[in-house]
Structures are given as C-alpha cells and as structure tokens.
C-alpha cells in the first residue's frame, strides 16, 4: 500500500536539492522545473480540463488524468491537496523521493482556456532557462488567437496536446510537441518528466514518452513515435 505524506513540511525540508515541479490542472498545465546544479531545483506544470469538477475531469481526475495517475503511481506521493478559489478548481503537491522531484498542481476552471494558453507563452518568455514548462490538454490555439508578440524562450518547453507543432511553434522553441491528434493523457507526461530529470536530450525524451503512449494506447512503438517525432 502507498504511503501518503501528510505534511508538505516533511517534504519540503530537503527542497534545496530537489527539483520543484508546479503543475496546474484545470484548462492548463504549466509546467516548469529548474535543474540547476547550485540553486533550488524547481518546475511547473499547466494542464488543462474538459468543463466539469476536477475530481471527474479527463485530463485531471480520470483514471489516466494528472492527478488520479500521479497519486496512483507509486513513486508518487501526494504530499498536500486543496480546494482552490477563483479559476482555480484544486490545487495538488505531488513529489517523487527517487527523482527528487515536487510537482504542484492548480486545477482551472474550463472557461479560462485563452488567458491560461497567453499566460503559459507568456511565462515560457521570461522563465530562466534551468526551467521546464509544460502545458497539457486541449490545443486552445486551434480556437482562437493569443495576440502575442512571438519571443524567444530559454527554458525548456512541453505541450502535450493535438499538433502542438504546428500551433505552438511560432511562439517556442518546444522541446517536446506533438504532429497529430492525440491524448494529452498522464502516462506520456510522467515518462517525459522522468526522462528530463535524468537529463535525457530531446529525442529520448520524446521516445520516453512515446513508449508510455504506445503501451497505454495499444499501438505500436512506431506508431506513437508518429505522434511525437518528426519522422
């Protein structure tokens, strides 16, 4: 059986040499994590959710959604949870003691998909590059317009969602993005996080992921390697 950290103190006393992860579930994911080898490791995810309660959402409370996959995991443990106020539906601490990794999650509500999308670009533009931002759900940008003045990220980028290539690539440099439609679902998130912490380059990264897609979904590793290399 699982253990469950209650405290997020207990956790957090070794956060100087851990790698912080900040996830937001809701209708975005921003994920960020700072590897550097001196200071506080950190990152951020932004996931985003279908409209209903987090605890029944797709991409976050479903059997295969962030937090439900995460908290089943068992080299996860969920360290804090919390009902969020405003847009935001729930927020979650999760950390991995073999990784070192915290990862905290805010779960949005589904109606501020645009300004999530804008605020995830707009914090890839300004983050220091030891940092890893993902975002996941929904391709927003196939929907609407972020009246953005393209810039240059340093920080490691993510997006799990549909042709992530095409839509997101005039804003960033990503270092995971996808060429079809797919399932922006936690199996392929974790396996590239995991691969990014153990400092993997790009190409293991996104055939990390690849192989975690291929098991879950049921199709071959070439076929989810489709979805995540330019081949």
């Not at 996830?23 to 960020?32: H, K, Q, R």
């Not at 030891?130 to 391709?139: A, C, K, P, S």
């Not at 399932?183 to 392929?188: G, H, L, T």
């Amino acid at each position: 059986m699982k253990k469950k950290m209650n405290n997020c103190l207990n956790v957090k006393a070794g956060i100087n040499s851990a790698h912080w992860v900040k996830w937001l579930a809701g209708i975005v994911v921003f994920l960020s994590i700072n590897l550097s080898v001196s200071g506080q490791d950190t990152a951020r995810i932004y996931v985003a959710l279908w409209d209903s309660p987090a605890a029944e959402d797709l991409y976050c409370g479903k059997k295969y959604g962030i937090n439900t996959f995460f908290e089943n995991d068992p080299d996860w443990y969920k360290v804090e949870s919390n009902t969020g106020s405003g847009p935001i539906k729930e927020k979650v601490i999760f950390y991995n003691r073999e990784k070192d990794i915290y990862m905290e999650a805010f779960a949005y509500h589904s109606d501020s998909i645009t300004s999530a999308i804008k605020e995830f670009i707009s914090a890839a533009y300004i983050a220091p590059k030891e940092e890893l931002l993902i975002y996941v759900g929904h391709d927003g940008l196939m929907d609407f317009y972020p009246n953005l003045k393209p810039s240059t990220n340093k920080c490691d980028v993510m997006v799990f969602s549909c042709v992530s290539d095409r839509y997101f690539s005039p804003y960033l440099n990503m270092k995971l993005s996808t060429y079809t439609f797919m399932a922006p679902e936690a199996y392929a998130v974790m396996a590239a996080i995991e691969a990014w912490a153990d400092r993997a380059d790009e190409t293991e990264i996104r055939k990390s992921a690849a192989r975690a897609y291929a098991q879950y979904q049921r199709i071959t590793e070439s076929q989810a390697e489709s979805t995540f290399l330019n081949q």
